[in-house]
């Protein structure tokens, strides 16, 4: 199947910096990514739609201002947490979206990073 | 208002037995239905994907069913192993369009017991 990769896959900073998460995908273009949250035993959130060439769609309730994401390529989507807070502590999952066949286009996952704000 | 449901938060099954999770689904009409194996601190994997014309689909010890009357989806592994042992979530598409999105359940914790 398909490859997405994520780097990097765990990151520990303190209140107030900025992180920035990338997803890729290895063996195919992928005209759309997307980002998810995943706190612990519960199912991913998605947070954002990331077009390639275009800007992001936030789902509601997330800061656009906050979670910057950039699609400058194909193979290439970047989540930035801006001044990060504790509470923004959380596992991010990327996904890009494989066309495939007419009909059948499926979301393949990166492996997740670790975000720990002090 | 819309839901998904996978209707075990956990199940326990002796290894070889056959391992059945479920996932319903509320006011949609999804155009096909994936099922994704999530380890502890890892991404998903994608495992099936069933479409809504489909009846059943199959995949070595994997078998997904898709029923659009009861709005329905059951997932099976048969002779189960302790490697089975995974959180596993459906997901359903609402659309073929290219701007709709994968909604997923919240998933059932499998444990598989030697």
């Known amino acids: 199947g398909a490859v997405v990769s994520q780097h990097p896959s765990w990151v520990i900073c303190k209140s107030g910096t900025s992180v920035k998460i990338e997803c890729r995908s290895l063996?195919?273009?992928?005209?759309?990514m997307f980002w998810y949250r995943q706190f612990p035993k519960q199912s991913l959130m998605l947070m954002a739609t990331?077009?390639?060439?275009?800007?992001?769609?936030?789902e509601q309730g997330v800061e656009k201002d906050k979670f910057l994401i950039n699609h400058a390529s194909l193979t290439l989507s970047t989540l930035t947490v801006t001044s990060a807070h504790p509470e923004d502590s959380s596992f991010y999952i990327c996904?890009?979206?494989?066309?495939?066949?007419?009909?059948?286009?499926?979301?393949?996952f990166g492996p997740g990073t670790r975000l720990t704000v002090l | 208002s819309q839901k998904i449901e996978q209707n075990s938060e956990a199940l326990n099954i002796q290894e070889g037995k056959t391992a059945t999770l479920t996932c319903n689904y509320t006011?949609?009409?999804?155009?096909?239905l994936q099922w994704y194996r999530q380890d502890p601190g890892r991404g998903p994997v994608f495992l099936l994907l069933?479409?809504?014309?489909?009846k059943e689909k199959r995949k070595e010890r994997l078998k997904v069913t898709f029923d659009t009357t009861l709005k329905q989806s059951l997932f099976h592994i048969t002779a189960s192993q302790p490697a089975d042992s995974a959180t596993y979530l459906c997901?359903?598409?609402?659309?073929?369009?290219?701007?709709?999105?994968?909604?997923f359940g919240s998933g059932t914790r499998l444990s598989i017991r030697p």
């Open positions: 996904s890009a979206r494989d066309m495939g066949l007419a009909g059948t286009d499926t979301q393949y």
């Open positions: 063996d195919f273009q992928a005209t759309t």
């Open positions: 990331s077009n390639e060439g275009s800007k992001a769609t936030y």
């Open positions: 006011n949609y009409s999804p155009a096909y």
């Open positions: 069933i479409r809504e014309n489909e």
């Open positions: 997901a359903l598409r609402t659309s073929y369009s290219s701007a709709s999105k994968i909604i």
